[in-house]
């Protein structure tokens, strides 16, 4: 919850970078780098020592549901984060400077090189009787040596130069006048995907907070292979919105070609995950962590079906930035995390685990799949309708593989976990299958066939 601290300052360099670079003003491109890097290294001390003193002072928190050794190994576990949260803060500018750049192959690839590297280095420590203080000593380290590689490629390798003299208050206040909404969004945010776990810690203990925590994990990868196709045309969006400035009917034309473009690819992938969830999950998760969490499927699916809408339309949050439309999303949502409190508050207690993602499901259906999209044909340039004509079609293709699936679960003779996995690659391979001849059009199936072409070229 320290990163809010950031108040969305990240977005605004974009915008701003974007601009100076199509004016050719370098001068101010270094110094907007060294404003970002002094706003975001005093951000750091404030999380720092934010961090420290809620360490000292847990109980306020989590007073009913945890144990006293719990509570102890909290306050370690908050001091090494309040740490990596201080240290994150400056080192964020770099990567911010480097999906600018557009460089985000580098970007990728480090991103996942992390996600690899962290569980084979804690497996070990694990497997020798170490536990959550050790895990999360080496995430820490991990991330200082990801933020050290992004700030020597930046200083390094792109050569971008930082100025900290000569810095214009006029810049500041713009950042903060259009970061101010974007800040509330990152509220909403936490309120929504941390709540439920709060609520859960303080009424039902650890172990219902163990459960939730394994279906927000399958949500958190799931929001991932959405938000990595996104946020690669972040620099271009930007600059679709400076070049068509003065042309609104281009604008929307331009708007809506890429908002229909990368949600049909997102859509195509995210429905793969869904669907396959739905027919081999609940025997994913017992396998995968045993038997007693079967909630934590509900608990995912819940939040998978619920998150569908946003996250085939979070292209559309980066359009409402770079038009500085983003202040009506901003009140949405704080309403939406309100909504969410209350239910989650009420259900928790009643349902438990379930009640929290009921609640949470709820609130993000009614703010995503009606409000959002009446603000994003009303206001965004953004041809709506045009959109979900595109994804209705698709869904035609999702047909077959289903039907297959469910075939399959219900008459397959193999059990255990390789009829899991047979299933799943049955079910993908007709999958792919389906909505090649079914959901996709001409220019996506030129996309596959490249790549097919590419692999009979490395071979």
């Known amino acids: 919850m320290l990163s809010l601290l950031s108040l969305g300052f990240n977005a605004g360099y974009v915008r701003y970078y974007t601009k100076y670079k199509k004016e050719g003003d370098q001068e101010s491109i270094k110094k907007l780098n060294g404003l970002f890097v002094l706003i975001f290294t005093i951000m750091g001390l404030i999380a720092l020592i934010c961090g420290l003193f809620l360490s000292c002072h847990l109980e306020f928190v989590f007073n009913d549901g945890l144990t006293n050794t719990e509570l102890n190994i909290a306050k370690v576990l908050m001091i090494l984060l309040s740490i990596n949260m201080a240290e994150s803060f400056p080192a964020s500018v770099f990567t911010t400077i480097i999906s600018a750049n557009e460089r985000f192959v580098f970007l990728k690839v480090l991103g996942m090189m992390k996600t690899v590297v962290g569980p084979i280095v804690t497996l070990p420590f694990l497997l020798l009787g170490f536990r959550s203080i050790t895990m999360v000593s080496v995430t820490v380290l991990i991330s200082i040596v990801n933020d050290i590689i992004y700030t020597y490629y930046v200083l390094c390798i792109l050569k971008n130069k930082f100025r900290f003299s000569g810095l214009e208050k006029k810049i500041f206040i713009e950042l903060f006048t259009y970061t101010g909404f974007i800040a509330i969004n990152m509220i909403v945010d936490q309120v929504n995907w941390n709540i439920d776990k709060i609520l859960l810690g303080r009424f039902k203990g650890t172990t219902s907070v163990a459960v939730y925590a394994v279906g927000y994990s399958l949500f958190n990868y799931y929001m991932m292979l959405s938000t990595s196709v996104s946020s690669v045309f972040t620099p271009r969006i930007h600059a679709i919105v400076v070049e068509c400035e003065e042309n609104k009917i281009f604008l929307k034309d331009r708007l809506t070609s890429l908002f229909i473009k990368v949600g049909r690819i997102q859509f195509l992938i995210l429905a793969l995950v869904v669907s396959g969830f739905v027919l081999f999950g609940l025997e994913f998760i017992k396998i995968w962590v045993g038997i007693g969490y079967e909630e934590a499927f509900y608990v995912a699916l819940l939040l998978i079906l619920s998150g569908l809408i946003p996250l085939i339309q979070n292209i559309g949050i980066e ?141």
């Open 319 to 459: 359009m409402q930035r770079a038009q500085n439309l983003h202040q009506f999303r901003s009140v949405v949502y704080l309403i939406m995390a309100m909504i969410n409190f209350g239910l989650s508050l009420s259900l928790c207690q009643i349902y438990g685990v379930i009640g929290c993602a009921i609640g949470t499901a709820i609130s993000l259906v009614t703010a995503n799949g009606v409000v959002m999209n009446i603000y994003y044909y009303k206001k965004c340039n953004l041809d709506i309708i045009l959109f979900w004509r595109n994804i209705g079609k698709m869904m035609i293709g999702i047909i077959p593989p289903i039907i297959v699936g469910f075939l399959w679960n219900k008459f397959a003779e193999i059990a255990g976990i390789w009829k899991m996995i047979l299933g799943i690659l049955l079910y993908s391979f007709v999958y792919l299958l389906s909505t090649y001849f079914i959901s996709m059009n001409s220019n996506e199936k030129k996309y596959v066939n490249s790549l097919f072409h590419k692999l009979e070229v490395i071979e």
